[in-house]
């Protein structure tokens, strides 16, 4: 996997120095090889391992110098995301960030109440929601493979609206806000082991650009 990221990455650089060298401002060039490095070939990867779940990111990507000025807004957004929510697995991918929490910091075994001490770390994440509006959020909810099909993905959906709603609660539009529960149909790591049934239990919140974003750096790639 390594590998492969390591080749996209060059691959991607090369082409964006050769053939925007002349057109592109340094600016530019900076956005686009930062947005290589940190995130367009995530969005390679995530696209070839088949995982639906990354379906709003890769959706939502625009490409091009657009793309690259996006993913340098959503570089600083992450790295303060990183640093405001430490018990949170924030990531760069594709255009896009993908923050995930274990279903243990939001909630009580087999329930989609919030527990009491969610709220400091949502509201850690709405603080930063806050500061940059012009993002979607579309909010996931992942169970482990134990129980029925049925029950994981009614449970997977309750507890992604319940995380919906309270971000709404604490000011975030909700306009900005989708939900979808994907139960045990998208696991990124092995249901043979407790501790791999643990890390697919989480809540993820896939972070894109809206159209006021885009409008924006295509203004700015002008």
Known sequence: MNKIKYISVCILTGIILIVGCKSMTKTQKGAAVGTVGGGVAGAVIGRASGNTALGAIIGATVGGVTGAIIGRKMDKQAEEMKKEIPNATVERVGEGIVVEFNDKILFAFDSYVLSPGATGSLNNLVDVLIKYPDTDIEVQ???????????????SEKRAKAVSNYLSQKGIATSRLTTKGYGETAPKYSNDTEEGRAKNRVVEFHITANAKMIEDAKKEAN
């Open 141 to 155: 909810g992942h169970t482990d493979s134990k129980g029925t099909t049925n029950y994981n993905q009614t449970l």
